[in-house]
């Protein structure tokens, strides 16, 4: 089965896919390949008009009506310029986690990925799974971290604890103790802030490289102050996003660093440190006690910067790129949903209660028949209900 990942994270960065082959093996086990993958750009002004409706936290019905149609719209496109890019064939299932509107832990709870999957069926004849975080939040879970049954299955070692973090807008990781069960959490702020600074002081959108924070002097006592915020300190199960450290946190923090009298490349090495710092007291807070090894992937895994402070901070634990274990860094996200849209439509649960907070495991996803519904069913209905234990990457 052929299945296109699709993710759009909270940094609005652009549409990543992944188009996977999944074939069950031995009973329990399931080989993936990576076919391919390619980072799309939003159309024009999509993403000003997201962060339009995410800034002031509340988009007009109309906004939000025709948001829902744009994305849709834009997911089946980057699907179709991926494979063509790729020269493959059509996905037989997309596993679209949608873009991420708002996310709400307390009080009602519930979140809000947008992308009209009937879009994405209608325009790729393929059989689409998206809103996987619902089933979770039903069950009394966070709806986040999903990532984590892919980690545990691909990444699990029978020696070796590991740490696998991604650090995308937000920083998430999981745990996956040798021996123990995996648990995970966010982390905090991943390139959020970073990003922000770099937009806000210098134009750009993000700082390549990590170059201009590596040519400033960290602040420490306001690094200090910024680590006191409560969610650093609450314990897991926890999940963040852009409600509680995006625009109006950012501005804060911007508005204070100029108050001291930083520098751009001060005020982007201190908040870059704020990532790291935040990754190492998360680990010795709550993590399994020693690290071996931390696999780490996401757009951060691209700022040396970023990775040098985090290392310094963990000097006990090996840090590698999710890519030195055979599985890109930049698709890893989208890959774990690919691998939960097929999860979904064999009826399996890809949730892990310990890493949410639920109740139990759920069947994550919503399914939106494509044109091939009727004999995607029957292939997925003969596999057996049992759960995957171990997921093969080949090369
Ligand atoms: N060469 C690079 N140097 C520094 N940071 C980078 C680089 N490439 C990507 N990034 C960072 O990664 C972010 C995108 O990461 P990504 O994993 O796509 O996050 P998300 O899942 O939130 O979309 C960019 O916004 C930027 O901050
Ligand atoms: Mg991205």
């Known amino acids: 089965m052929h299945i296109a990942g699709v993710m759009s994270g909270t940094s609005i960065d652009g549409i990543d896919v992944a188009i996977c082959e999944i074939v069950p093996a031995d009973p329990g086990t399931l080989t993936l390949r990576v076919l391919g993958y390619g980072e799309q750009p939003f159309p024009d002004g999509l993403r000003a008009r997201i962060m339009g409706v995410l800034t002031d936290g509340q988009g007009a019905l109309a906004e939000l009506t025709g948001l829902q149609t744009a994305l849709g719209q834009a997911f089946a496109g980057a699907v179709q310029q991926t ?99 995996p648990y995970a959490f966010d982390t905090g702020p991943g390139n959020m802030l970073i990003d922000q600074a770099a937009r806000s002081l210098l134009g750009l959108p993000f700082d390549r490289d990590g170059a201009v924070a590596s040519a400033g002097r960290i602040d420490e006592a306001f690094l200090e102050e910024i680590l006191v915020h409560p969610y650093f300190h609450r314990a897991p199960p926890k999940s963040t996003g852009r409600e509680m450290f995006g625009a109006a946190f950012g501005n804060e923090l911007l508005t204070r660093a100029v108050a001291r009298g930083l520098s751009p490349a001060e005020t982007l090495a201190t908040l870059t440190a704020v990532t790291a710092e935040s990754i190492a007291r998360g680990y010795r807070a709550f993590g399994p006690g020693r690290i071996d090894e931390i696999v780490v992937s996401g757009g951060g895994a691209r700022n040396p910067t970023l990775l040098h402070l985090i290392a310094e901070r963990l000097p006990a634990s090996r840090l590698t790129r999710s890519d030195d274990l055979g599985l890109p860094s930049d698709a890893k996200e989208a890959v774990a949903f690919a691998l939960l849209g097929y999860e979904a439509i064999h009826g399996r649960a890809g949730t892990l209660p310990r890493c949410t907070g639920a109740s139990q495991p759920s069947i994550t996803g919503s399914i939106t028949p494509g044109a091939n519904f009727r004999a995607l069913m029957r292939q997925a209905m003969k596999s057996p209900s049992r759960n995957i234990e171990h997921v093969h990457l080949r090369p």
């Not at 009394?140 to 807008?169: M, S």
């Open 83 to 181: 494979v063509a890019d790729l020269k493959l064939p059509a996905p037989d299932l997309v596993a679209c986690h949608g873009q991420t509107i708002y996310h709400l832990t307390t009080g009602e709870r519930g979140t809000w990925q947008m992308g009209n999957p009937a879009i994405i069926a209608a325009h790729t004849g393929a059989t689409v799974v998206s809103d996987f975080r619902a089933a979770d939040m039903a069950r009394g879970g966070e709806g986040a971290p999903l990532v984590p049954y892919l980690d545990a299955l691909l990444f699990h070692h029978p020696t070796l604890t590991r740490a696998v973090q991604n650090i995308g807008g937000i920083g998430n990781v999981t745990f996956l103790p040798a021996p123990g069960e």
